[in-house]
């Protein structure tokens, strides 16, 4: 990586930044788009993961600090179990916040 590279990659972090803090100054900002989120994701049929299929049928999980949606079962006896993330031909383990069910 060049030297120029690596000063736009930390520029545009600092922006982001920047950015982050003038739309949620406060906590209380963050937590209501935390709550907007959530809800608009509930919305587009998104449910809770702890209500996911526990019969390591696989469905879309969505992680917390994560922007991207995984293929995921869930393993075990509940709530004992474990949620596994399938990506790469490996399973990683996983804390999903929401899922959803496959579409046929």
Not at 14 to 28: I, L
Not at 79 to 92: F, V
Request: hydrophobic fraction near 40%; aromatic fraction near 12%.
């Amino acid at each position: 990586m060049t030297e120029l590279t690596a000063e736009k990659i930390w520029e545009a972090a600092d922006k982001a930044k920047a950015d982050r803090v003038e739309a949620m100054p406060t906590e209380q900002d963050a937590l209501n788009a935390l709550q907007k989120a959530y809800q608009r994701l509930r919305d587009l049929g998104w449910r809770d993961a702890i209500y996911c299929p526990k019969d390591r049928k696989i469905f879309d999980a969505i992680e917390a600090g994560s922007t991207g949606i995984f293929k995921c079962h869930y393993e075990g006896e509940w709530p004992k179990g474990s949620w596994w993330i399938h990506d790469a031909n490996d399973l990683w383990p996983s804390r999903p916040i929401l899922f959803r069910e496959l579409k046929n």
